[in-house]
């Protein structure tokens, strides 16, 4: 792991407190590659928890390019 990315990692771990939701959902989106759907109110961390799987992406894969839509 890149220094930055192990950075990210752990800013990521304690913003992770902020929202509940993300919280639940932190390991299953940023150290798995398994599927997941989030259904959650508005302000509650669905769109950061995009990010991160994309983060997640990102660090496993470098060299992919990611195309994605967030309604």
Request: aromatic share 10%; proline share 3%; charged share 10%.
């Amino acid at each position: 792991m890149h220094c930055g990315l192990k950075y990210i990692n752990n800013i990521l771990r304690l913003f992770c407190y902020v929202f509940i939701g993300l919280g639940q959902t932190f390991h299953a989106l940023y150290h798995t590659d398994n599927n997941v759907l989030l259904g959650a109110p508005t302000g509650s961390g669905k769109t950061i928890s995009a990010e991160l799987a994309m983060l997640r992406l990102f660090n496993t894969q470098p060299d992919m390019k990611v195309c994605t839509q967030i309604c």
